[in-house]
């Protein structure tokens, strides 16, 4: 079992860029693939942003070019790089781990993000 802490949500100013982190803690980092995913308002949970253990990434079409995904398997961290942030991009964002064998789920708290001039 693993457990997830997100940080470094906030406001930002559209075109602005935030960082989000997340920590995880409890069991083999590296036999999870890490993701984030974000919930607006109204909406369903959607994916954001996927890494695999390998470092293989991929990306929802509407954050390509301008998010980028990272893991430190050395520290146990997942990252979540924003640049050009829009106002649609406004929503909670949850870190996901999914085992490699299993694939069972594990969330994250929920960190706010809310892009908005």
């Known amino acids: 079992q693993v457990q997830l802490v997100e940080s470094g949500g906030g406001l930002v100013q559209p075109g602005g860029s935030l960082r989000l982190s997340c920590a995880a803690s409890?069991?083999?980092?590296?036999?999870?693939?890490m993701a984030w995913y974000r919930q607006a308002p109204g909406k369903q949970r959607e994916l954001v942003a996927a890494?695999?253990?390998?470092?293989?990434?991929n990306y929802a079409d509407s954050v390509k070019g301008r998010f980028t995904i990272s893991r430190d398997n050395a520290k146990n961290t997942v990252n979540l790089q924003m640049n050009s942030l829009k106002p649609e991009d406004t929503a909670v964002y949850y870190c996901?781990?999914?085992?490699?064998?299993?694939?069972?789920?594990?969330w994250g708290q929920g960190t706010q993000v809310t892009v908005s001039s």
């Open positions: 996901n781990a999914r085992h490699v064998w299993t694939q069972k789920d594990y």
């Open positions: 409890g069991s083999i980092f590296s036999i999870y693939t």
């Open positions: 890494v695999t253990s390998g470092g293989s990434t």
